[in-house]
């Protein structure tokens, strides 16, 4: 796995490897190996957590600044992988890009709908699901901070997305 230059996840978006260093690479590769003995989506889900988390807290980050890792984003798609696998989630959508964004660019929800124009109510109905936003409301929320909507092929749950 050395020679790996990016990783693919479960949306086709490419996280590239190029910048990790050893000790970053070495962490991917635990990542993708205790992924690949197929575990239960919940027990691995606690073990990347953890170690993730551990890993760079002792760098000094923090928690929002974890959540920006490679090693976070990609423990996060394996563990996503393995809970489709297991039918304990469905494949991801556009509220999970959305819970994304929010998680990696904004404060707070709060502070996504102030810049959106959403309604904090309504957020937190599309987020646990219960509805969704038209493509014109979500085209215009998304404009005023800076994204787009865009249709990407749809990558296999059970390819673990290494080139």
């Known amino acids: 796995m050395k020679n790996l230059k990016e990783y693919r996840d479960l949306r086709g978006r490419t996280i590239s490897l190029a910048d990790l260093d050893h000790a970053e690479r070495t962490l991917f590769t635990f990542l993708v190996g205790a992924a690949s003995k197929n575990p239960s989506w919940n027990e691995f889900r ?8 551990d890993f760079y807290a002792n760098r000094g980050l923090s ?25 304990s989630a469905a494949l991801p959508d556009y509220r999970d890009d959305l819970e994304e964004l929010i998680e990696t660019k904004f404060r707070t929800r709060r502070a ?11 957020l937190s109905h599309v987020l646990s699901r219960r509805k969704h936003l038209s493509i014109e409301a979500l085209t ?18 059970a390819d673990v997305g290494t080139t």
């Open 46 to 53: 606690n073990e990347w957590r953890r170690h993730v988390h």
């Open 112 to 122: 996504f709908c102030k810049a959106t124009g959403l309604s904090e109510d309504m």
């Open 63 to 87: 928690r929002t600044e974890i959540m920006k890792t490679v090693a976070y984003r990609v423990g996060r798609d394996l563990s996503s992988r393995l809970a489709i696998a297991e039918g």
């Open 140 to 157: 215009a929320a998304l404009g005023r901070v800076g994204y787009c909507l865009h249709i990407a092929k749809q990558t296999s749950t």
